[in-house]
């Protein structure tokens, strides 16, 4: 259960930084893209590692 809840902290942690990435950005130049990409990435990998520890158990 423990080593679950890293991965859910750091999907949630994301999708703030996300929103809050579009709420107080004003000019969308590449910098601001790339922000959004890596969050979105993290989500991504952290959703890979949750279904890689549920197949293992």
Known sequence: MKS???PIALII???ILIVLN???ESDMNL???MRI?????LIL???VTIRA?????
């Open 53 to 57: 520890q549920k197949q293992r158990q």
């Open 13 to 15: 942690f994301s999708g």
């Open 4 to 6: 679950r809840i890293l």
């Open 45 to 47: 990998a952290m959703i």
């Open 31 to 33: 910098g601001f893209w």
């Open 22 to 24: 579009f709420i107080l």
């Open 37 to 41: 990409s890596s969050s979105a990435l």
